[in-house]
Nanobody
Framework: QLRLVESGGGLVQPGGSLRLSCAGS????????IAWVRQAPGKEREAVSC????????YYRDSVKGRFTVSRDYAQNTVYLQMNSLTPEDTAVYYC????????????????WGQGTQVTVSS
């Protein structure tokens, strides 16, 4: 019943910023950890970040630490990924995904995935 829809992607120049949204429907997101996962052309999917159901813990891959920030708006049933200082290496389709926790988010197995939103960083 839970559905996730990503939005906010687009074309941005290096050094620019984007804020991605992951909107839930069908169920409240408050019971789910939400991860952000990306896949660049010709590359394997890689975990970007994860936030626990109560937002008490957040996790980031090393390459985005200090640049990306995940947050939750429970009233809007939405999770955000603020992306700053973007580089071409950030170009990918970004997916949000729901699971029961963040413990295994790097394995790439989740209960529900969104359809993805394209982020392109290019000059």
């Amino acid at each position: 019943q839970l559905r996730l829809v990503e939005s906010g992607g687009g074309l941005v120049q290096p050094g620019g910023s984007l804020r991605l949204s992951c909107a839930g429907s069908g169920r409240t997101l408050e019971y789910y950890a939400i991860a952000w996962v990306r896949q660049a052309p010709g590359k394997e999917r890689e975990a970007v970040s994860c936030v626990t159901h109560n937002a008490q813990d957040t996790y980031y891959r090393d390459s985005v630490k200090g640049r990306f920030t995940v947050s939750r708006d429970y009233a809007q049933n939405t999770v955000y990924l603020q992306m700053n200082s973007l580089t071409p290496e950030d170009t990918a389709v970004y997916y949000c995904a729901a699971d029961l926790g963040c413990k295994g988010y790097e394995r790439g197995s989740f209960l529900t995935w969104g359809q993805g939103t394209q982020v392109t960083v290019s000059s």
